[in-house]
């Protein structure tokens, strides 16, 4: 089974494309214009075990918002087109992660239902032209689009740069376990029969 897909988006503000692999090793170039979602999208990919591409162009003299957003739904769609329809995934996936001061926990169920839930003390600022508030802008995108429901809880932390390190992180780890291949897992892990 290959569990692959591509989207794509354009739109008057963007022009996003991704490529996405669920069973990867962290291959693949991210370059959005945005250099610390490119850093972002590099642990992601290396963490989850994905094979990743994402090219974005936007109108980044309006600010990152626009490219940042853009890029979290092509993303989810990428997941929710490579999980087909979730036969034999674990389905469920969670990981706590230390950054220095920093720690983080996602807990993530590919449910068919997308809802994303943040908690985190992020001051208001920017670290570079990523400003702190576009990380739950990009986790919502991606859970509501991806169809799962995302919890990310930041337990610890000071330095903004850690705290977002530390959540994308754990959603890589907590997504890794949930899109993974169960063997004892012979069809749709739900009651329902389905999880689309």
Do not use: W
Request: net charge negative.
């Amino acid at each position: 089974m290959t569990r692959t897909a591509d989207f794509e988006r354009k739109t008057a503000e963007t022009d996003v494309h991704v490529s996405l692999a669920l069973d990867g090793s962290g291959a693949g170039t991210r370059e959005t214009g945005v250099g610390f979602l490119d850093h972002m999208l590099d642990l992601l990919a290396r963490h989850g075990q994905l094979d990743l591409d994402v090219s974005a162009r936007g109108d980044l003299q309006t600010g990152a918002h626009h490219t940042v957003e853009d890029v979290g739904i092509c993303i989810g769609r990428a997941l929710d087109g490579a999980l087909g329809d979730r036969a034999g995934i674990t389905r469920y996936g969670h990981a706590t992660v230390p950054m220095d001061e920093a720690r983080a926990s996602c807990a993530i169920d590919i449910s068919g239902r997308g809802l994303c839930v943040f908690q985190a003390p992020l001051a208001p600022g920017a670290i570079g032209n990523f400003d702190h508030e576009l990380a739950e802008e990009l986790f919502r995108a991606l859970a509501s689009n991806a169809k799962l429901t995302l919890h990310l809880t930041v337990e610890a932390g000071t330095n903004a740069h850690h705290v977002i390190e530390a959540a994308f992180k754990a959603l890589a780890r907590a997504l890794c376990d949930a899109v993974a291949l169960d063997p004892a897992q012979a069809g749709v892990p739900s009651t329902k029969g389905t999880l689309v």
